[in-house]
């Protein structure tokens, strides 16, 4: 059984299908989500005095509510992350990133817009950048009804020039999706969707408290599946895991560049969050 035993109810973000008419995210402002979040992560930098590692950790339980409408408020209930880097680890407090909420704005078909996000303690940089929680979070939905068989193409893009800091940030995902199979998980029917997504990913800005900038640019894939019950509308779970593959490349004040590759290996998953 793919995520154990425990199957994960979106309430407020209900996928219904009606006869025909194509699958479509709705919204109650009667309840609260709360999901369970895990990603974790190893960069190799491979560097002319050999490889250099950074792993990273994030554990968070997400509350969303809906406000009316397309708009939706989330935030963190709980929060942990971690950078191990070759100088130490690097786990900040976030007590203060907590109930601070993003406001979304979430498109019939899964579509989401960042409306608003938190300001978050300048401890968590150089370990995460939380403005991105969202950026790949939903099952963008095809425009038939799921049934086993169905398959479906989604691109999305961003462009964030304006970050804190100079920072900037672009990507481009393009994933194909499958109605795989139907299994059986707690005696209920669902449906495994399959994913394969390519990525692009191109980060830069200058690096806190030295006098350089770095830009990164990696691509990649990822695969996964999402569970859906399709007919009581409710996401049962969610597992990806991907590589990224790419060049750091340092420009120093005043001085040449230099450039090392690295890789990016991740896995994530998402499930309902113990009460």
Do not use: N
């Not at 994960?8 to 369970?36: K, M, N």
């Not at 989401?112 to 963008?140: A, E, I, K, W, Y």
């Not at 990507?171 to 990525?199: C, F, H, M, N, P």
Request: charged fraction near 20%; include cysteine; glycine fraction near 10%.
């Amino acid at each position: 059984m793919l995520l154990g035993t425990r199957a994960l109810s979106f309430c407020l973000l209900l996928p219904i299908a009606a006869g025909a008419q194509a699958t479509r995210y709705a919204r109650s402002t009667s309840d609260t989500v709360r999901l369970h979040e895990v990603t974790t992560s190893q960069l190799s930098l491979t560097t002319p005095g050999g490889a250099m590692s950074v792993e990273t950790e994030h554990d968070a339980v997400i509350a969303m509510t809906a406000l009316g409408g397309d708009t939706i408020s989330a935030w963190y209930d709980a929060l942990q992350i971690a950078a191990t880097t070759p100088t130490g680890r690097l786990a900040p407090e976030t007590a203060d990133a907590l109930r601070q909420p993003f406001t979304l704005r979430l498109s019939p078909h899964g579509k989401v817009t960042v409306v608003r996000t938190p300001v978050f303690p300048t401890s968590f940089q150089g370990v995460t950048d939380l403005t991105h929680q969202f950026d790949d979070f939903f099952l963008p939905l095809p425009p038939t009804p799921l049934a086993v068989g169905v398959t479906w193409r989604d691109s999305t893009a961003r462009v964030d020039s304006g970050a804190e800091g100079g920072r900037w940030f672009r990507s481009r995902r393009v994933g194909q999706y499958r109605v795989a199979r139907d299994t059986v998980i707690d005696g209920r029917r669902a449906l495994v969707v399959a994913v394969e997504q390519e990525s692009r990913l191109d980060v830069g800005g200058p690096l806190p408290g030295q006098p350089m900038t770095a830009v990164s640019a990696m691509a990649g894939r990822d695969s996964g599946v999402f569970v859906f019950d399709a007919s009581a509308g409710r996401m049962l779970g969610r597992r990806r895991t991907g590589e990224l593959r790419g060049t750091l490349t340092m420009h120093p004040a005043g001085g040449s560049p230099v450039t090392f590759p690295q890789t990016l290996r991740y896995t994530h998953s998402i499930e309902p969050a113990r009460r």
